[in-house]
C-alpha cells in the first residue's frame, strides 16, 4: 500500500467519523458540552492565576518601608538621615512626612479632629517612607534593608508590612497547585467521558464490526473510525471549553476594571492567549483520542462474529 | 486445501453440531456440502473461516492447522477466504457498491482500482447500476447477490458459501451455481453448502452429505 493510498484512506474513514457525529448530533453535542465544562473549569482557574500574577506584579510599593524616629529628632535632622538612606544603593525613593503633616493628614483621615485639638503636643514623631529599589523588593531583600536602617542613630521603629504580601503569594501558588490537580483530575474525567461514549457508540455498530471482521479486517481496521470519533469529541469539547472561558471573562471584564478603577489602578482583565488557546485544543484532541483508543481496543476485541 | 480430521464440535449449549467429522478437498476443487437442516453445514464452514472452533479433531486449511493460528492473525486468514454468509452479512446503511469494496479496502487496494473491480464484481451477479442503492432497499435474492459480488471481489483462492442460492429462484439460483463454477474452473477452490439437491444434480461436482453429525455419503470427484 503505497502512502498516498494510506493517507486517503486515513481521510475517508475522518471525513466518515465526522458524518456519523453529523448524523447523531445531538449525543455527540451532549458529550462536547460535558468534555468542555470540565475544561473550561481549570482553564478558568488559570486565567484568574494568570491576571492575578499580572495586577501583584505591580503591588512593589506593597514593600514599603515606615521608619519612624525618635521624638528629640527635629526636621533637620530627619532629612540628614532621609539623605543618607537615599544614598544606599538598594533604596529607590525616599519621603519624608513630617510629625505636623501627619498629624494633618491623620485629623483629616480619623475624624477626630475635636479629640486632638484637646493633646497639647503633636504625639505623632518624624517618619520617612523607604521604597526599596525593585532588585531589593523581596522579603529577603526589605528584611535587609530594615536591619541597616534600624541600625542608623535617632532610628526608633522600622516597619515593613510584607506579611499580607507574603500570604497573597502564598495563596496563589496553592491555587496554581489546585488548577494542576482539577486539570489533571478533570483531564481524566474526560478520558472516562469519552471513552463511555465510544463504548455505545462500538455497542450501537456491532454488527458493522462483526461483518468487518468476517471479511478479513483486523481489530486496528475497526478502531479507526473511533478513534476519529474520540478525536472529533475531544476537539469538539475543547472549542467549548475555550468559549465558555472567553465568555466568562468577557462577563467580568467590566466589573474587574471598575474595581480596579476605585482602587486607582488600570488594570485590564486579560483573557487566554493563542498559544494557550491552540495547546487546549491540542491537549483536549488528545483526551479524547486517549479515551476512544482505550474503550474501542478493548470493547473491539470483545466483538466475535458468529 | 481443507481437511476434516475427526472433527468434533459442541456449542456452549450442549448441543452437538458435529460428531467426527473427516473429509479433504484438493486445491482447486469444487465440493457441495449437504444435509437436513441442522445437520451442521454452517458449523463445518464457521470451523474453516474460524468463527468457531473445533471441539476437537483438527481442520487443516492451506496446510495449516487452523489451532496453529492465533486470534491476532485470523484477519490475515480471513482475507484468503470468500465467504457467502446464509444471512448475507451486509452493512445496511451504506450503498451496495461500499459493501462489495469492504475486502479491497481492508486490502488497502487504491480507489480507482476499487471501483473497478467493485464494478466487475457486480456485474458477475447481474447486479450493475445497483452501485449506491442501500441492502435494504434490495431484494433478499439481490442482497444475497451483493454477499457473494463481496466474496468474489478480492480473488481469494478459497471460496465458502453458505446456501448461496436459497433465496433465488430456479434460474437466478442456476447462474449463480454457474457463477461458482467458473470461479472453480480458473483455480479457485469452492465449497458451497446447500440442501437443493436438483441444483446440483446439474453439476458434475462432488458431494459431502452430511448425516448424524458425521459424513454419511461422499461421492467420488
Ligand atoms: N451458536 C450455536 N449455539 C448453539 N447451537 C448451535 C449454534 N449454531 C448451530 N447450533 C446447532 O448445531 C446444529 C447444526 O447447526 P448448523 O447451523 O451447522 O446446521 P445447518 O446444516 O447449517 O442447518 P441449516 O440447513 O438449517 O442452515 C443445529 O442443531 C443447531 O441448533
Ligand atoms: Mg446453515
Known amino acids: 500500500m503505497n502512502l498516498r493510498a494510506y493517507g486517503l484512506r486515513h481521510a475517508q474513514t475522518f471525513v466518515g467519523a465526522l458524518g456519523r457525529i453529523a448524523a447523531a448530533p445531538l449525543g455527540a453535542l451532549m458529550t462536547m458540552a460535558v468534555i468542555g465544562i470540565a475544561l473550561a473549569l481549570p482553564l478558568c482557574l488559570v486565567v484568574f492565576l494568570q491576571n492575578a500574577r499580572a495586577a501583584t506584579a505591580g503591588w512593589n510599593d506593597a514593600f514599603d ?5 525618635v521624638k528629640s529628632a527635629d526636621l533637620a535632622r530627619t532629612r540628614d538621615i532621609a539623605t543618607e538612606i537615599q544614598k544606599r544603593g538598594d533604596v529607590a525613593t525616599v519621603q519624608v512626612v513630617t510629625a505636623t503633616a501627619a498629624l494633618a493628614q491623620f485629623r483629616k483621615d480619623s475624624g477626630f479632629g475635636a479629640a486632638l485639638d484637646a493633646l497639647q503636643d503633636n504625639p505623632l514623631p518624624n517618619t520617612l517612607i523607604v521604597t526599596p529599589a525593585l532588585a531589593a523588593s523581596t522579603p529577603a531583600g526589605t528584611a535587609a534593608l530594615r536591619t541597616a536602617i534600624a541600625a542608623i542613630a535617632d532610628v526608633d521603629k522600622v516597619q515593613i508590612d510584607t506579611a499580607w504580601v507574603e500570604r497573597l503569594l502564598a495563596m496563589i501558588d496553592l491555587l496554581r497547585r489546585v488548577a494542576l490537580l482539577t486539570a489533571g483530575l478533570l483531564g481524566i474525567g474526560v478520558v472516562l467521558i469519552v471513552g463511555n461514549t465510544i463504548r455505545l457508540d462500538i455497542l450501537n455498530r456491532r454488527t458493522e464490526i462483526e461483518v468487518m471482521k468476517l471479511v478479513g479486517g483486523s481489530d486496528g481496521f475497526a478502531r479507526r473510525p473511533f478513534l476519529y470519533g474520540g478525536l472529533c469529541y475531544g476537539f469538539g469539547g475543547g472549542v467549548l471549553a475555550l468559549v465558555l472561558v472567553g465568555a466568562a471573562t468577557a462577563a467580568v471584564a467590566a466589573p474587574v476594571a471598575r474595581l480596579a478603577g476605585l482602587y486607582g489602578s488600570r488594570f485590564q482583565l486579560t483573557g487566554l492567549d493563542f ?32 | ?73 485470523i484477519p490475515q486468514f480471513r482475507r484468503q477466504i470468500g465467504m457467502v454468509f446464509q444471512d448475507h452479512k451486509l452493512l445496511h446503511d451504506r450503498p451496495v457498491a461500499d459493501n462489495v469494496a469492504l475486502p479491497l479496502i481492508i486490502a488497502g487496494i487504491a480507489r480507482r482500482e476499487i471501483d473497478k473491480r467493485v464494478r466487475a464484481a457486480l456485474d458477475q451477479v447481474g447486479l450493475l447500476g445497483k452501485e449506491r442503492s442501500r441492502p435494504l432497499e434490495l431484494s433478499t435474492g439481490e442482497q444475497q447477490r451483493v454477499g457473494i459480488a463481496r466474496a468474489v471481489v478480492a480473488k481469494p483462492p478459497l471460496l465458502i458459501a453458505d446456501e448461496p442460492t436459497g433465496n433465488l429462484d430456479p434460474d437466478l439460483a442456476l447462474e449463480v451455481m454457474r457463477l461458482f463454477k467458473r470461479f472453480n474452473d480458473v483455480g479457485v477452490t469452492v465449497i458451497v453448502a446447500t440442501h437443493d439437491v436438483h441444483l446440483i444434480d446439474q453439476f458434475g461436482a462432488r458431494r459431502i452429505i452430511l448425516g448424524e453429525g458425521r459424513v454419511a455419503v461422499e461421492t467420488p470427484p
Do not use: C
Open chain 2, 1 to 73: 486445501m481443507i481437511q476434516f480430521d475427526q472433527v468434533y464440535k459442541r456449542y456452549p449449549n450442549g448441543r452437538e453440531a458435529l460428531a467426527g467429522v473427516s473429509f479433504k478437498v484438493a486445491r482447486g476443487d469444487m465440493a457441495f456440502l449437504t444435509g437436513h437442516s441442522g445437520a451442521g453445514k454452517s458449523s463445518i464452514l464457521k470451523l474453516i473461516g474460524l468463527i468457531e472452533r473445533p471441539t476437537r479433531g483438527r481442520v487443516i486449511v492451506d496446510g495449516r492447522s487452523t489451532d496453529s493460528i492465533k486470534a491476532g492473525s
Open chain 1, 65 to 69: 518601608l515606615s521608619v519612624y524616629l
Open chain 1, 275 to 306: 498559544s494557550t488557546g491552540i495547546a487546549v485544543l491540542a491537549a483536549a484532541s488528545l483526551l479524547g483520542w486517549v479515551g476512544s483508543w482505550i474503550a474501542a481496543t478493548h470493547h473491539i476485541r470483545a466483538i466475535n462474529p458468529s
